[in-house]
């Protein structure tokens, strides 16, 4: 499986301000995803980031609150953008989900957002 | 879309007895169907997924089941050991291409010794 890093790893983040969390990945990789998961919930997709184009983003998500970068096939960046307290989250890179990789995600070790 | 509904949401075991989390989901098209083992303040980790084509899987301790019919699947975890306590999460998505995953509330796994 491919080792996906993240930076920061935690952090503490006024409110109004914006936090950028950067996504690298081992080997070359067509899709990367952005999951949130909030205090004692489960996983929600945020969007999918494709290398060269737009991000897709799911519903209830959009661009301006959560842009996405993807400048290349091992990196990619989620910002998330004038902070509220309710925007602490795990944010979670991952990558797979093709069926060449047999549809298996795998996930980065998360980077933990505290707003206040 | 995908509906992916899990239970219990808590469930406490003896050491040495068995556990059972299930799921149903919504999506007749789904056909992908992963399970993962969260422990407190780390990642999610795969720990076992099965598709369409077969009714069980099987890795040591752990089994999931899947019947179609019924669109429902299940986590079997035998011999529970202190180690197994996490919380459990369901997952489902299509095999066509890259599909993202829809994932089911989780389980909170507690194992007394």
């Known amino acids: 499986s491919a080792v996906i890093s993240q930076k920061p790893s935690r952090d503490i983040c006024q409110r109004g301000t914006s936090l950028t969390i950067q996504c690298q990945v081992d080997s070359q990789v067509t899709m990367m995803f952005w999951y949130r998961q909030q205090p004692g919930q489960s996983l929600t997709l945020i969007a999918t980031?494709?290398?060269?184009?737009?991000?897709?983003?799911e519903s209830g998500f959009v661009i301006d609150k959560f842009p996405i970068s993807r400048p290349n096939l091992t990196f990619s960046t989620l910002t998330v953008s004038n902070m509220s307290p309710e925007d602490s989250s795990i944010y979670l890179c991952?990558?797979?989900?093709?069926?060449?990789?047999?549809?298996?995600?795998?996930f980065g070790e998360g980077s933990w957002l505290t707003v206040v | 879309g995908e509906n992916v509904e899990q239970h219990p949401s808590t469930l406490s075991v003896q050491e040495g007895d068995s556990a059972v989390i299930k799921c149903t989901y919504s999506?007749?098209?789904?056909?992908?169907f992963p399970w993962y083992k969260q422990e407190l303040g780390k990642r999610p980790q795969l720990i076992i997924d099965?598709?369409?084509?077969?009714g069980e899987k099987k890795d040591q301790r752990i089994a999931v089941t899947l019947n179609k019919t019924a669109k429902h699947f299940s986590l079997h975890i035998t011999e529970t050991q202190p180690e197994d306590s996490a919380v459990y999460f369901c997952?489902?998505?299509?095999?066509?291409?890259?599909?993202?995953?829809?994932f089911g509330t989780g389980t909170r796994l507690l194992v007394s010794p």
């Open positions: 999506d007749s098209a789904s056909n992908y």
């Open positions: 099965i598709r369409s084509n077969v």
């Open positions: 997952a489902a998505s299509r095999d066509t291409g890259f599909q993202k995953l829809v």
């Open positions: 980031a494709n290398q060269g184009s737009e991000a897709t983003y």
């Open positions: 991952s990558v797979g989900g093709s069926r060449d990789s047999g549809n298996t995600i795998y």
